[in-house]
Nanobody, 124 residues
Framework: QVQLVESGGGLVQAGGSLRLSCTAS????????MGWFRQAPEKEREFVAG????????YYADSVKGRFTISRDNAKKTVFLQMNNLKPEDTAVYYC?????????????????WGKGTQVTVSS
């Protein structure tokens, strides 16, 4: 079993930045693909960013391209999401997720384990 713990969420003004972290424990494997998803009130959970096991391939939702950057430190079993130029529409609970496989998946059904989420609120 894998445990994921997110941190770094909070309240920020529009145009500001936050850096989310997700640390894995348990059966975590550095070969696992990882991703970030988010869920706003009354909306479905959606893909934000994904990264393959080596960090050589990254994927982003169109809504965050150019503003968010996903990265990972396999030695520390940690994945990061650097969020810049935040907008009120980025307000959501952000979830870290992983899968037992090297390829990135962009759907919730493609992920095998999840963190409990961290709240990000962007004020206008």
């Amino acid at each position: 079993q894998v445990q994921l713990v997110e941190s770094g969420g909070g309240l920020v003004q529009a145009g500001g930045s936050l850096r989310l972290s997700c640390t894995a424990s348990g059966r975590a494997d550095s070969r696992d693909a990882m991703g970030w998803f988010r869920q706003a009130p009354e909306k479905e959970r959606e893909f934000v960013a994904g990264i393959n096991w080596s960090g050589s391939n990254t994927y982003y939702a169109d809504s965050v391209k150019g503003r968010f950057t996903i990265s990972r430190d396999n030695a520390k079993k940690t994945v990061f999401l650097q969020m810049n130029n935040l907008k009120p529409e980025d307000t959501a609970v952000y979830y870290c997720a992983g899968r037992w496989g090297q390829q990135v998946r962009t759907t919730t059904g493609g992920m095998d384990f999840w963190g409990k989420g961290t709240q990000v609120t962007v004020s206008s």
